[in-house]
Each structure stands twice: as C-alpha cells, then as structure tokens.
C-alpha cells in the first residue's frame, strides 16, 4: 500500500477540535519563547562587547555585510573595451523625442531628494562642473544589435552625491522626457553603479540631439532600453516608479 493512500484512510478531525489543540500547542509555545527570549537577553546583556556592540548583535551585523557584498558582486561592471573600437550606434527610439525641442532653453529639473525641499533647475553648466567620467562599452539594444561606445558625462552616483543629501535611501529613480513621452524607472543600486552616467558625450563628441542630447541616461549593465535620452526629470523616490517599457511586458531590471 503506497503513502498516500495511507493518508487518505487518516480520520478527518473536527475542524473546532484541531484548532483548539493547535491553539492550546501555540500557546505553550509562547510561553517557552519568552523565556528563550528572557534567556537570550541574559546572555547578549552578559556577551563581550565587540566594537560596542555585544557580539552576536556584531555577528549579524556582519552577515548583513556579507549579504549586501554579494548583492552588489552581482553587479560586477560590464566589459570596457578600447576606445578605438568605439562606432557611432545607430539612432533607434524616437518616443518622447518630439521636435518641439529646443536643447538651448533645456533644464534638468529634479526632484525627490531627502533633504530637498523644492526641485532644482540646471543647466549644463551646472551638470558640466562636477566630476568628469568616460566609459567604453557595449550598447545592446534588445532588438537584436549591439554596437561599442564611448559615453562621456558624470556618474550618477557623483551627481546623488554632490546634490545631496542623502538620495541614498530612496530605493529608486524615475527618469522621463521633457514632454513626458518616455519614462523609466531604474532602482538604487543600478542608479549608483560606478558605470551608470548622466552623458553628454558620445565617441568623443558633444551627444547629439537625436542621440539624446543635450543629456541623457547610460547605464552599462542594462539593454538599451533603460538609457533614456532627452532627460528632462530626475526624480528620486521610494516606490517603483512608472517605466514605458515594463508597462509593455519587457522587464523592469532589463539586465543582459
Ligand atoms: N527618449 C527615448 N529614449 C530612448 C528610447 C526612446 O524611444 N526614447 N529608446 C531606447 C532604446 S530601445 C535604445 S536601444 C536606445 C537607443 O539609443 P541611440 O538612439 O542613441 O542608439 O535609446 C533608448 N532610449
Ligand atoms: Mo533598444
């Protein structure tokens, strides 16, 4: 006889029956973990300090750190390649590329950063002044083609940093168009990548606009399609944000 059928033959109990054993089982258990919760206490009042915290506590501490360690090796950085390689990609994606654009009267607003009462306004001169990055690598667009180029602007995460404040415990990024035609979301620790950038520079040139100049999204660990062009909002927020293509059955964290 196999073991389900021995299961099956298994009195049924009366459901009132079970639950009152099961609860009367639930509370007795209660009981013995407030006093393994009193004991415990006892021994983490009575444990070595280790770095002013008693040592299981500083135990715990350490997993965490190990755990965001291999969350972020997950993110190790996309193959650079030598510039020399580097091609003009082709132009691909024109939503929310209206012509109605005028890039010199262009301003980055953002919003959402901890500690920003008002959104800011800036230029490229703004944008211009901080830390300067160029980056290598291979563009993949998830139709099919991939093409090596060199990105020049400002990382993210230089940007985060000099702007404030602590946009490190916001959990996402929502970029869109100047006319709202195209969105994305990327979450924090694609946003704080050393290579996702703010670009304004393609092999070398200043990003044209049908490149998504005058600024636009690169981030090098993503298809193409998180790399919005034509960046009219930052904003940082807690909840994911809206994204065009995920609200089209493509997937939101787009890794390749
Ligand atoms: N504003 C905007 N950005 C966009 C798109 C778009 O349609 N609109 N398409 C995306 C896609 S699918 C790709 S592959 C790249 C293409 O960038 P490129 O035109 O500079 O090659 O831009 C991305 N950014
Ligand atoms: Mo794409």
């Known amino acids: 006889m196999s073991d389900d059928q021995d299961f099956r033959r298994k009195p049924l109990t009366d459901p009132e029956v079970e ?65 020399e390689q580097a091609r003009e990609p082709k132009v691909n994606g024109g939503l929310g590329m209206s012509d109605a654009f005028d890039p010199s009267a262009w301003t980055l607003r953002v919003e959402g950063l901890r500690g920003l009462s008002s959104p800011l306004h800036l230029s490229m001169e703004d944008i211009r002044v901080l830390p300067f990055t160029r980056i290598c690598t291979e563009f993949k667009c998830v139709e099919g083609w991939s093409q090596i180029v060199s990105w020049g602007g400002v990382k ?21 168009t100047p006319d709202a035609g195209y969105y994305v979301g990327i979450d924090i ?49 807690d909840e994911r944000p809206r994204d065009y293509w995920a609200e089209n059955q493509y997937d939101f964290y787009a890794g390749h």
């Open 189 to 237: 620790k694609t946003a704080l990548h050393p290579q996702t950038l703010l670009a304004y520079e393609m092999n070398l040139q200043p990003l044209a606009v049908e490149h998504g100049g005058p600024l636009r999204l690169i981030t090098a660990l993503k298809y193409g399609y998180k790399s919005l062009k034509r960046i009219g909002l930052l904003r940082f927020c």
């Open 19 to 83: 639950i009152r054993r099961l609860s009367r089982r639930g509370f007795l258990w209660s009981g013995v973990s407030i006093a393994a919760g009193y004991a415990g206490y006892r021994l983490l009042n009575g444990a070595p300090k280790q770095g002013g915290l008693p040592v299981p506590f500083r135990k715990a501490l350490e997993w965490n750190e190990a755990v965001w360690s291999s969350l972020q090796s997950e993110m190790l950085p996309a193959p650079t390649f030598p510039i």
């Open 156 to 176: 993210l995460s230089d940007f985060m940093r000099k702007f404030a404040l602590t946009g490190e415990s916001n959990r996402y990024v929502y970029l869109e």
